[in-house]
């Protein structure tokens, strides 16, 4: 039982990193001038995923039966979340520009990471 | 040698924390190498990509653009830069004595562009003339560079076919070039005609690139000297002919990012020497406490008929997989690190960065897993043979 709740903990961790890191150290562009450009609405996209996420590993945490199929519905977010920034929402059109630089690679890692926490805690469920 | 394998793997299953440990610190090694070794590589390759892409052994700038220090930083960093001399500065450089072939190229630093929030770089050559720059068009694009045309660097991040617009001019993308490292990827190259428009449109938004003669004006000239003849002599003569412009040699150019790369390598290959190092005394007392407090498992084994030969087979067979399983860990962890974050480093270092192709990356991934397997094994020599020599009754007897 105790087992099965370290992926919850772990996925509440990495939704923490997604939420604060998406509006501090992983943020999108700042443009100097004020205006927002795509990679702005990918790293509010990005929180609210990440939201969603932490939501999840606290429902784990708090509903403990029903940890099965709230495992197997974070792995469709996290799937979201590796698409958003990029292909589901544009971002800015240079490699060398920070949304690109830091805020895809470290978003993407992060949610396939925590997508693995919940593959493995929806595992782990399903056999006990 | 399979039952020997067998029971070393069933060994480390049953034991996964002491198996986590061996792997974790052999995993540290492998990161250090791997890691260690694709960053001097690619530093290399972007070294040498820089050589190939500048092809010429002498640029003409003029000579306010040696005091901004943008020229430099246009190859390596990217930054952008546009800077005017008279065009007919080509025409008095091939004048001179030893010189091959002169190709002009202009420079337009763009407003900021309608998919970026950053300038980017144009830079215009003549196809006909130009030797630097054109082999490596020609490698994406069969045809010519026609009007309104543009090739772009593999860091700008628009599809063959789509439109940009640079100064309000709509230009249509026909290449996206191969990646070189340097500041190159983040450059769009048009012909000159399209520089022309692309020049007059910016006047009209107010950005001026006349000079005082008010003729046409181009930024570089590069120049290829003839075999035989002496580059130093030929600049000499080419700084004392053509006033307001400098002649630069490539080589001072490649010598200053020669010295910075040999820097980070000496730096880096320091740190791989020290984890090295660092990690195989560790690992020799690890295996030393391991076998110390084995001792008793491994009498049993002796009583039940195991050979000494067997015992110590056992030992580094088990060390080995350890090493093996800690270096694919550290690999993945330092590919991991590496290549989602590979702009970042470029970006940090400020050096030409040219990633390693899949199958230099792919042996080496494999050389430093098997390293790590083989510095393992090698770390539990001196554990084994002691383990070899244990008298089983002795240690049974004692309860050690």
């Not at chain 1, 799937?79 to 993407?108: E, N, Y």
């Not at chain 2, 025409?91 to 002169?102: H, I, L, Y």
Request: glycine share 8%.
């Amino acid at each position: 039982m105790k087992k099965a709740m370290i992926p919850a903990c772990v996925m509440l961790a990495l939704s923490l990193v997604v939420i604060v890191g998406s509006q501090t150290f992983l943020s999108p562009c700042v443009h100097e001038d004020g205006s927002f450009g795509p990679c702005h609405w990918a790293g509010r996209a990005l929180m609210g995923l990440g939201c969603a996420n932490g939501v999840l590993a606290l429902l784990v945490l708090i509903f403990r039966k029903a940890r099965f199929g709230v495992y197997m519905s974070a792995m469709p977010v996290c799937l979201m979340g590796i698409l958003t920034p990029g292909t589901l929402i544009d971002l800015c059109h240079m490699s060398t520009m920070r949304c690109r630089m830091v805020m895809q690679p470290a978003m993407i890692i992060l949610f396939a990471a925590t997508g693995i926490a919940a593959l493995l805690g929806t595992l782990s469920s399903a056999k006990e | 040698m399979s039952k020997t394998f067998s029971l070393s793997a069933k060994n480390l299953i049953r034991k996964p924390g002491r198996t986590a440990i061996l792997a974790l610190l052999t995993a540290f090694l492998a990161l250090a190498v791997f890691g260690g070794s694709v960053v001097v590589l690619s530093l290399r390759s972007g070294l040498n990509s820089l050589e190939a892409r500048l092809g010429a052994d002498i640029i003409l700038v003029p000579t306010e653009a040696q005091s901004k220090v943008s020229f430099q930083n246009m190859f390596l960093q990217g930054t952008t830069g546009a800077f005017y001399m008279d065009a007919s500065a080509l025409e008095k450089v091939t004048e001179v004595e030893g010189v091959e072939k002169a190709a002009p190229q202009t420079f337009l630093a763009s407003l900021k562009a309608d998919c970026c929030s950053i300038k980017i770089q144009v830079i215009g050559i003549d196809p006909e003339k130009d030797f630097t720059v054109q082999p490596w068009i020609a490698r994406s694009l069969t045809k010519e560079l026609g009007d309104m045309d543009v090739a772009v660097g593999c860091k700008v991040e628009a599809n063959v076919g789509e439109i940009i617009r640079l100064y309000e001019q709509r230009c249509k993308v026909v290449a996206r070039l191969e990646a070189t490292g340097t500041g190159l990827d983040t450059a769009v190259y048009c012909n000159m005609d399209t520089m022309n428009a692309l020049l007059k449109a910016a006047e009209e938004k107010g950005v001026s690139h006349k000079i005082e003669s008010g003729s046409d004006v181009i930024s570089a000239v590069y120049i290829k000297v003839k075999d035989g003849c002496d580059i130093d002599a030929v600049n000499s003569r080419l700084n004392g002919h053509i006033r307001k412009a400098t002649a630069v040699r490539t080589r001072s150019m490649i010598t200053g990012v020669s010295d910075s790369l040999a820097g980070v390598s000496r730096t880096v290959s320091g740190l791989i020497v020290a984890v090295w190092m660092l990690a195989f005394i560790i690992l020799l007392l690890a295996f030393a406490l391991i076998i110390q407090e084995r001792a008793r498992e491994f009498a049993v084994l002796r009583l039940l008929g195991s050979s000494r030969r067997m015992l110590s087979r056992m030992v580094l067979t088990e060390s080995a997989l350890c090493g093996l399983l800690g270096g694919i860990a550290g690999v993945g962890l330092a590919a991991l690190l590496l290549f989602p974050f590979s702009q970042l480093i470029e970006s940090s270092l400020r050096l030409p960065y040219l990633m390693p192709d899949a199958g230099k990356t792919l042996l080496l991934a494999a050389g430093t897993a098997l390293l790590s397997a083989v510095m393992a094994a090698l770390a539990s020599v001196a554990a084994a043979y002691r383990l070899s020599r244990i008298d089983p009754g002795t240690v049974l007897r004692e309860g050690n």
